[in-house]
């Protein structure tokens, strides 16, 4: 036991400290993230009461046996009484196992009282193996759980991770660090890396960036905010999203699931968009119906678009009901994808009205959930619904540019107007 090395580096301590039951960690290549996972499962195997275990799950089999194995019989050799190599199995001097696993057969994790797990490069794991079978292993024992990762934009793992963040839940905690908060790796060799590589490349795998998907198609420095001009006219434009019942829906899995999105834009009579307020969310088709009749009331839009469809159609009895109890009516229209893929549509519509100052947002109004999809758009992972909605604008606040006539012209035929 006395050549045990548990030597941490400071980022280790601190989250191994912790005391936090769901631990999520997002962290650049090299900083010691597999050190950190050997050693809490060592430990935690040691403390580990008759009849249970803990598991150390990667993507794939061979990715467990690359990552951890060797790391494992290195680090606990003075405590680990026998290893099956074939099952990646490890039993400790007290009789615990240390259970080696991948997640793309979920179903062997299966039956296995676990006192702790870690999951390691939770990004390329599919949620199902936590969701559906390691998180029931572990509640017979209230059993802990560490994950660990470098980010691929904005999946299950980000949002763990953001869960850990918000503190709103004791029971998660989150921590992010990049390859320079290990010490052991030579900061000439970290500016060398991002010198030679892209600049995506060297934010995800060094930075641990969850933002870096981005594609540049919209800058930051084009979004403008306002105060509502006086004069203009309201469209209204919806992009419906599935009306789900969300409430029976997993936590994890509602964050995952398209919003629906009711755009208020006024178009002065230069063409310009002051964006009023997108309100999105996931409702029920009744919900949906008196959201959009709320905004019809309010604004007084010239007309409503709408995305041509099933959706458009299963809501439209709702809200003409609606309109007529009620007594608020507004035109509404057919929005069409215009055999556009959505990607090229956003970008035909938004990008140079944003490049050029045409598009003005509601200084009142909390965007970061619009500006968060604008700027990682087009990315895989990451909502698109709002900018997606604003886009629609572009078919409904057709301006005229005619010039005024003179006040004492008439028509010389007034059925043609001519």
Request: hydrophobic share 40%; with cysteine.
């Amino acid at each position: 036991m006395s050549d045990l090395n548990f030597s941490l580096l400071p980022w280790q301590q601190e989250v191994f400290t912790d005391t936090t039951r769901f631990k999520v960690i997002a962290a650049g290549r090299r900083c010691g993230k597999s050190r950190l996972a050997a050693t809490t499962l060592i430990i935690e195997g040691l403390r580990c009461p008759q009849g249970s275990a803990v598991l150390y799950v990667s993507p794939t089999m061979g990715q467990s046996r690359q990552i951890i194995w060797d790391l494992l019989l290195d680090l606990g050799r003075e405590v680990i009484q026998s290893s099956h190599v074939n099952n990646l199995d490890i039993t400790l001097i007290n009789g615990a196992r240390i259970y080696v696993r991948g997640s793309d057969r979920p179903d062997t994790l299966r039956g296995v009282s676990l006192t702790y797990a870690v999951l390691d490069e939770v990004a390329d794991i599919k949620p199902e193996a936590w969701e559906q079978v390691i998180r029931a292993s572990l509640s017979d024992k209230k059993g802990r759980a560490m994950f660990i990762g470098t980010p691929k934009g904005r999946n299950w793992f980000h949002d763990l991770w953001k869960l850990g963040q918000d503190e709103q839940d004791k029971d998660w905690k989150s921590w992010h660090f990049t390859t320079a908060d290990n010490p052991l790796i030579d900061p000439d060799e970290i500016a060398s890396a991002k010198k030679t590589l892209s600049t995506f490349s060297f934010k995800q795998e060094y930075m641990a960036s969850f933002s870096n998907a981005g594609a540049d198609v919209f800058k930051e420095e084009w979004i403008k905010y306002g105060v509502e001009p006086e004069h203009g006219s309201y469209f209204i434009a919806i992009d419906l999203a599935g009306f789900e019942e969300v409430a029976k829906q997993a936590a994890n899995s509602k964050k995952r699931l398209d919003e629906s999105a009711i755009c208020v834009v006024k178009v002065t009579d230069d063409g310009k968009w002051f964006v009023k307020e997108i309100e999105h969310g996931r409702w029920d088709i009744r919900e949906t119906s008196a959201k959009i009749l709320m905004k019809m009331r309010d604004y007084r839009p010239l007309s409503v678009g709408i995305e041509r469809g099933a959706l458009k159609n299963a809501v439209l009895p709702y809200l003409s009901d609606l309109m007529r109890k009620s007594n608020v009516y507004s035109h509404i229209v057919d929005l069409t994808h215009g055999n556009r893929k959505k990607t090229d549509r956003i970008i035909w519509s938004l990008q140079g009205r944003f490049e050029h100052g045409r598009v003005i947002l509601n200084s009142e109004e909390d965007w970061d959930d619009f500006v968060d999809q604008l700027l990682m758009f087009p990315s895989q992972g990451v909502h698109d619904d709002l900018p997606d909605a604003l886009s629609y604008m572009d078919q409904l606040a057709v301006t005229s540019y005619f010039e005024e006539a003179e006040d004492d012209w008439e028509p010389m035929d007034i059925i043609a107007g001519i």
